[in-house]
């Protein structure tokens, strides 16, 4: 398995992170941004219990997106990912691993974080990438550094201060590998202390069973056309060095190889100690230090019997490389920058006045209707078309009142004949809305939404909620029937004659079509018709995947379309008792029956 | 992180249970009452008792006695005690001809698992080398290895499903017996992967690890057992408890490069101990195991005592949280440290380096047991090398 560095090089990196390590990912973010980069190389996040995770994007902070799973993910973002970085529990790392190879059809390579990752589960790992075309480095692995263009792992540094250093974003010609994510960048700064550059470094990690091997690496080194030297920093164990022995000897490997293993002290011991790593433990003779040191000197290989020496070998690799660029010296205290408290994407407050969505908000204000802004607001960016303004205006209108008996507005007008203020009538009929009173709208979005992106047919759909006795939101009405329609639908569904498929509303109308068979007032509702028609104009008027729709009825996005105008409606009532002013209602006993439960 | 050896005890019952062959042994320990465990025995047939530390050659190293009478049994647990091991194992004695012993060996290769397997075994069989053949285990080659021991057909794939369940790494039986088409496996090691100590089910557990060494010393097994709550690494061994040169190491590489500039020096022999800390332990963490190794500075008879806190330029570690800890550690044995002229030597670099050996220098200067502080501008070996 040998790295396409050039092919990495020529691309846009585009990294998804399995997992949360948030030193990391911002040691990442920092990278980019101090490379100057357009917008951070990680796209997503793979983590749970959340959206987003702000990072900062040099000073400033900026929202990275949490996904539960890569079937969440939107598809344009899978397609887009070509680099993985996987930060999850050695527990998890195969089957976190698998998905992501096989649900990223643009995807390159990864890099493997995770410590003691049992060998065999290693080597489960090569079977994933088997036949593809595709790299992975570690497990435990700091990660691989391009200068200039990745920082894919711990590799280089977590801190902002140590970022700060020329070697990581001027390309160079030396390669430096090294089993030890320490020596790795050890070495990196040797390398950065004689003022020489590295072309592109990586750590493989020190487990007995690396993904991408020393002589992988080296290979990976002979092959890319910007490396002319290969440092290199081995360990005793293992008897990868034979194999880089081999192609030395066979021409295979051409460029000069700076060696040093590490481990000679082991051969002072009768029983010698486990060193920190789980491979540097010398076998039998040929896994020593010294043996392996031996065997890369008879090759040819430079070698250096001791660190002293091995850094005078550094410092002697011929340096080709300019500094054509430098940190931005506005960016050196980016250790000093502070997380805010929350975050907004709505609005800000600005010395002239409060900037709704990007815009002064006069300037929205006098340009634009309330239906505008409002559903600009609840979507979180500006709409793009005028059927979503429409609608919404519509409905705003439409459900502002259902008359004085329905639940909500009664508690509105019993609060506000106890006595009570404006506020706390209004918060009695809000707190009455919810799956069986006007709070169905975004229960029957997610159902039309299931229903369309399983495709499954309408009695099967019917069906599985009889089975388990689930009342289907969106269906169902206490007064209208299906001979009596309620005149607001019917109002609704006229409008929708807008839209060109109009799925959803198909869709619901097909269940509708069912469960009114079953019962007559089992009919769409204000509830689901809405919702369907929303969920059309934003698929087709508004560019929404069914995975973007998914996460607005996660947050529930739908039912603000009842609460808004309803509340004009409650507010209406409170004040109409309070001019009316009866006085405290009581009910009639004779309207609560008193009953035994059996 | 490594793989380890478990006792033969263990290797046998998880093994012969799978092949469902009926195994009799019984572990002594030196603490145990002998007499206790003996009496269940009967006095009918003889046993081998024998090292279940992991050691290789026993038989070359008189670490096994066999064909032994129950009445002999005390007498050779004592003589086997008194060369300093912990944990005996008592078997009943089969009795057989040399040319019936048999070898087999599996080990765990990025390749697949690779077997090893000779009629000619027992402790001879290095001798038979060219006897010796090999297969990578797979559905194809399992008959053959039945074929050529005369065992029932899919005994090596049992062997290979036992050695796949278990994380086993490695496995050697020599010698083993082939009787009725079944094996009888009369030695046996087992080497597992440690990190799989939660995915083996009733198999292995942390406790059936055996170590060569004889005993580990308090502060090993605090290390030890710090080590095992922690998702850091911690490592300590002892090389020689009256050392002069004391070590905390960080990193696993620029562990070994420091320790081998100890040794460029020429002073292995002053070298008290290897510690090595990486993974980003947390403050407590890098407290209590710098604990222990000061604990091993303060008993040391050896003189002008100095002590390493050394690393490469980490990568995510946190240089002024460990360090904290670290500091901790050295405030409270500060005053006796200071009376023994201890010298400390320090060299780190990485995330928050800049606090990290700021507040390192100050707590050594206080305690008056600085040397030096250097950071990642020097070469990582200097701070061996130049005082």
């Known amino acids: ?598 | 992180m490594a793989r380890v050896k478990i006792s033969e005890f263990r290797a046998k019952s998880i093994l012969f249970s799978e092949l469902d062959v009926k195994y009799y042994g019984l572990c002594v320990n030196r603490s145990d009452d002998i007499d206790k465990i003996i009496s269940s025995l009967s006095s009918d047939q003889t046993y081998v008792i024998k090292i279940d530390q992991g050691i290789k050659k026993r038989q070359k190293e008189g670490l096994l006695f066999k064909d032994i009478k129950k009445i002999q049994l005390k007498d050779n647990a004592r003589k086997l005690f008194s060369k300093g091991y912990d944990n005996l194992l008592i078997e009943e004695f089969i009795p057989h001809k040399e040319v019936e012993e048999y070898f087999l060996s599996l080990e765990r290769l990025r390749t697949g698992v690779f077997s090893y397997y000779s009629k000619k075994g027992g402790v001879d069989v290095e001798q038979n080398k060219n006897e010796v053949r090999n297969d990578l285990l797979n559905e194809k080659t399992f008959s053959r290895i039945d074929d050529y021991f005369e065992m029932k057909s899919g005994i090596t794939k049992k062997i290979f499903s036992v050695f796949e369940d278990q994380y086993f790494s490695f496995l050697e039986t020599n010698p083993f017996l082939v009787r009725g088409g079944i094996p009888f496996f009369l030695d046996l090691a087992v080497e597992v992967d440690d990190t799989a100590e939660n995915l083996t089910g009733i198999g292995w557990k942390r406790s059936d690890f055996v170590q060569a060494k004889l005993n580990l010393t308090p502060e090993e097994s605090k290390v030890q057992s710090l080590a095992d709550k922690s998702s850091a690494s911690l490592k300590l061994k002892v090389l020689n408890p009256n050392g002069s040169i004391f070590t905390i190491f960080s990193g696993g590489g620029a562990s070994i490069v420091l320790a081998d500039e100890i040794g460029n020096t020429g002073k292995v022999d002053e070298l008290a101990d290897y510690a090595e800390y990486s993974g980003n332990p947390n403050e407590d963490e890098t407290y209590l195991f710098t604990k222990e190794i000061l604990s091993l500075m303060k008993k040391s008879t050896g003189k002008n005592k100095v002590l390493y806190i050394a690393g490469g330029v980490a990568n995510f570690t946190d240089i002024r949280s460990t360090f904290k800890g670290v500091i901790r550690a050295l405030e409270e044995y500060g005053d006796g440290l200071k009376k023994q002229g201890v010298k400390v030597y320090v060299r780190r670099g990485g995330p928050y380096q800049e606090e990290g050996l700021k507040i390192m220098r100050e707590c050594l200067a206080k305690l008056g047991i600085l040397g030096r502080v250097a950071g990642p501008e020097e070469i990582l070996t200097n701070i061996i090398i130049k005082k």
């Open chain 1, 1 to 598: 398995m040998s790295i396409n560095i050039n092919k990495i090089r020529s691309s846009i990196p585009q990294i998804i992170m399995i997992g949360d390590y948030p030193p990391i990912i911002q040691s990442i973010m920092d990278y980019d941004f101090l490379c100057q980069k357009e917008s951070p190389s990680i796209q997503a996040i793979i983590g749970a219990n959340k959206r987003g995770q702000r990072y900062f994007w040099g000073k400033k902070e900026i929202l990275i997106p949490f996904y539960n799973n890569l079937d969440e993910t939107p598809n344009h973002l899978n397609d887009r990912i070509n680099l993985f970085l996987n930060v999850t529990s050695a527990r998890r790392v195969n089957f976190t691993s698998e998905i992501t190879v096989n649900a990223l059809k643009n995807i390159m390579g990864g890099v493997i974080f995770a410590e003691n990752i049992p060998e065999k589960n290693t080597l489960g790992l090569l079977e994933i990438i088997k036949n593809k075309d595709i790299f992975l480095i570690g497990p435990s692995s700091v990660g691989l550094l391009i200068p200039g263009k990745l920082k894919l792992g711990a590799i280089g540094g977590v801190e902002p201060r140590q970022l700060y250093n020329p070697v990581l974003y001027n390309p160079g010609n030396i390669a430096v590998f090294s089993a030890s994510g320490g020596m790795t960048n050890e070495l990196i700064n040797i390398v950065s202390g004689f003022g020489k550059r590295i072309s592109f470094c990586l750590s493989f990690g020190a487990d007995r069973f690396p993904l991408t091997t020393p002589v992988d690496a080296i290979l990976t080194a002979e092959n890319d056309p910007k490396t002319t030297h290969i440092v290199y920093f081995g360990e005793l164990g293992g008897t990868d060095e034979y194999e880089i022995v081999k192609l030395v000897r066979s021409g295979k490997i051409k460029k000069p190889i700076i060696a040093y293993i590490g481990g000679s002290i082991s051969d002072h011991f009768p029983t010698p100690p486990q060193f920190g790593h789980a491979k540097a433990l010398a076998k039998d003779k040929l896994e020593t230090a010294k043996e392996k040191l031996e065997a890369l000197k008879r090759s040819g290989v430079k070698t250096a019997s001791s660190f002293t020496e091995y850094v005078k070998l550094i410092k002697s690799i011929p340096d080709v490389s300019k500094d054509i660029f430098a940190v931005d010296v506005n960016y050196l205290d980016l250790h000093i920058r502070k997380k805010a408290l929350f975050a907004s994407s709505i609005s800000k407050e600005t010395p002239s006045g409060v900037e709704i969505l990007g815009e002064d908000q006069l300037t929205l204000s006098k340009n634009n209707s309330f239906s505008y802004i409002v559903s600009s607001m609840l979507l979180g960016r500006k709409i793009r078309s005028k059927e979503l303004e429409e609608f919404t205006d519509l409905t705003l209108k439409l459900l502002v009142d259902n008359g004085p008996s329905v639940s909500g507005a009664l508690n509105t007008i019993i609060t506000a004949r106890a006595g009570k203020d404006l506020v706390s009538s209004l918060a009695a009929g809000l707190l009455t809305i919810g799956k069986r009173f006007g709070g169905s709208v975004n229960g029957a979005a997610d159902n039309w939404l299931n229903g369309v992106s399983s495709n499954i047919n309408a009695h099967d759909f019917v069906e599985e909620f009889a089975k388990n006795a689930k009342i289907i939101e969106g269906i169902g009405h206490k007064k209208y029937r299906i001979d009596n329609p309620d005149p607001r639908v019917i109002e609704l569904v006229k409008w929708s004659t807008k839209l060109k498929s109009g799925k959803f509303l198909k869709f619901a109308r097909s269940i509708e079509a069912i469960t009114s068979e079953k019962k007559a007032n089992l009919i769409l509702n204000v509830d689901g018709a809405m919702a369907a028609i929303f969920l059309d104009i934003l698929s087709e008027k508004e560019g929404f995947s069914l995975k973007e729709l998914k996460e607005l009825t996660k947050v529930e996005f739908f039912n603000a379309f009842f609460v808004i105008p309803r509340s004009v409606g409650f507010i209406a009532h409170y004040l109409d008792q309070e001019r009316l002013d009866e006085g405290l209602f009581r009910l009639p006993t004779e309207e609560i029956s008193y009953v035994k439960r059996p």
